[in-house]
């Protein structure tokens, strides 16, 4: 059924939570506005989204023509600004950048030569709405060439890993080149080098067109129907932040956000924007994705953008869960809700939880650098004392430090 949305965000026609809506909204800030009086609305939003240099985060004005294509295909299209304070020795180092949600364009019982082309033939208008409203970094979810399929445990998915340089890449360097936009792609990578290994990986396009890198995902999920490692296996590229045109930008794809370390470990390489692609379902996750990648944020004084696909991917032979429940064909319903964090504890609205989406927002960099400078996270954080209990614990005799009460362990009189 298709939606249409009112000026205040609720459907014209309810839906039933299983098309992904909130109680026929869009998402938890479209409920809130149209439920709340502004004056309620307006504190609200300000424990929910913080406050950028005191102010609640402005919308950015948009052209035309990535309205227009918004209107055209149906995607969900919202820009914001997270300010800086102005400094005296240093200019504004203002960065657009932008983030792609979407849902499988065709069903996963179609050739998978189809589904690929009409996924790619899907983003092309996203990707010139973000070229024509200036973007400069681009991300795109968690293996977006393909269906989410690592829940079947079905090798046959496995044929849509391609090299670093492979199509999808080159579909996007053109794109990239065209609108001098750093594009960061995450893939299924087969890694013909080293006997065709298949990763989970992200492909940095410079703004040339050229590729800078890449970051295999650290962290493989063994839950539910995440049976990830079926197909790959922890990647072994470490923690690389890659210095663009338009800033140092690092990448913790999916469940790695679970893992503070790790965004501590793109902190201390020097990265002001950390990309968070994933592919994750509400009923496991959707109560931690507003928390952690802006707690990432605050820590590691940095900028985070969350990615998350969107709808219920059908696959055409059931499987079974870790958890124990009934045979199944969905993962679940993906359920959007992109965002961007701040290190200033500001946080932009989330994309809607079943629509398509392109989410912009400008940042200051210089704000990482001055909530650094109002914390001293840093220059407080005691890694030395951490090293040592990590360098005692990864060792097989260690013991935990633990100081009982004596009278637990008294004998009774």
Known sequence: MERREEENGKL??????????????????????????????????????????????????????????????????QAYCFHAD??????????RVGLIQNSIASPTTAPFLDQRGAIFEKLKPIIDAAGASGVNILCLQEAWTMPFAFCTREKRWSEFAEPVDGESTQFLQDLAQKYNMVIVSPILERDVKHGETI?????????????IGKHRKNHIPRVGDFNESTYYMEGNTGHP??????????????????????????????????FNPSATVGELSEPMWPIEARNAAIANSYFVASIN???????????????GKPQHADFGHFYGSSHFSAPDAS???????????????????????????????????????????????????FEPQVVSDPLLHKKSS
């Open 86 to 95: 102005k400094e005296q020795l240093r200019e504004s180092r203002i960065v």
């Open 347 to 397: 946080c932009t609205p989330s994309l809607s939880r079943y629509q398509d989406g392109l989410l912009i927002s400008d940042m200051d960099l210089n704000l990482c650098r001055q909530l650094k400078d109002k914390w001293g996270f840093r220059m407080t954080s005691r890694y030395e004392m951490y090293a040592e209990l990590l360098a005692r614990y990864i060792k097989p005799d």
């Open 241 to 274: 932040v890659f210095e663009t045109a338009f800033g140092k930008i690092a990448i913790n794809i999916c469940y790695g956000r679970h893992h503070p370390l790790n965004w501590l470990a793109f902190g201390l390489n020097g990265a002001e924007i950390v």
């Open 199 to 211: 990763w989970n990986t992200a492909v940095i396009i410079g703004n040339n067109g050229n590729i």
């Open 309 to 323: 696909r969107v709808g219920t991917e059908i696959f055409p032979n059931p499987f079974t869960s870790g958890d």
């Open 12 to 77: 014209e026609e309810t839906q039933p939570s299983t098309d992904g809506s909130i109680c026929g909204f869009q998402s938890l800030h479209h409920l809130l506005k149209a439920s709340l009086q502004p004056h309620l609305y307006q504190e609200v939003s300000r424990l929910l989204l913080g406050l950028n240099c005191g102010k609640p985060l402005e919308n950015i004005a948009l052209p035309e023509s990535a309205k227009a294509l918004s209107l055209e295909h149906g995607f969900d299209l």
